[in-house]
């Protein structure tokens, strides 16, 4: 995979067919998946892959899933992450505990896998838009994934592959200052060894496709840490 302009879902779930029915249909929807089969290795996953979203069973070896969406929600570089619980325990009770703990969402089981992914849909247009095809906006810049396009004031912008989605990335969070690092691993993906620099040059060739009908630069560069939108 050439860097990540998929979001990545995290899958938890110790059930073996479960886990390939749910990784099979994520991927055939075009997601990247991860999975684990406990609430250990969950919890590993998450700080390390920093997925855009946790599909998470309720009961689970080791940790249960309540525990590990605690501890998810709990933590400032993760709590944003949306977390889909998934239960076999459909009493009330249960619901608000696991909505409670943190989950964005509770499906009972047995599920229709085809409800789940507009679930997950639905969750990920507030984290990650332009993932998921929105029309993004900000000043005079709109961004339309759906139809990869991109204008300045009216004016259409010619961007490379990783200029736009870098562009995407800095406009679903404006203000949000990214390091380099973190940059890499959204835009290239951790598996690809890139230079920090290369980060530097594509930041250069954004700002002039940015500017190149005019404009102020409106990407800061905050010295020692790495980039933002306005």
Known sequence: MAGRPQPCVLVVEDEGAQCEILKYNLEAEGFAVVTADNGDDALLLVAEEEPDLVVLDWMLPRLSGIEVCRQVKSAARTRQIPVIMLSARSEEGDKVRGLETG??????????????????????????????????????????????????????????????????????????????????DRIWGRDIHVDLRTVDVHVGRLRKALMSHGGDNPVRTVRGTGYALG
């Open 103 to 184: 989950a964005d969402d509770y499906m009972v089981k047995p599920y229709s896998v085809a409800e789940l992914m507009a679930r997950l849909r639905t969750q990920l247009r507030r984290t990650r838009p332009a993932a998921v095809g929105e029309r993004l906006s900000f000043d005079d810049i709109v961004l339309d994934a759906g139809e990869h396009r991109v204008s300045r004031a009216g004016n259409p912008l010619h961007l490379g592959p990783t200029e736009f989605r870098l562009l995407s990335t800095l406009m679903e969070k404006p203000g949000r200052v990214w390091t380099r690092e973190q940059l890499l």
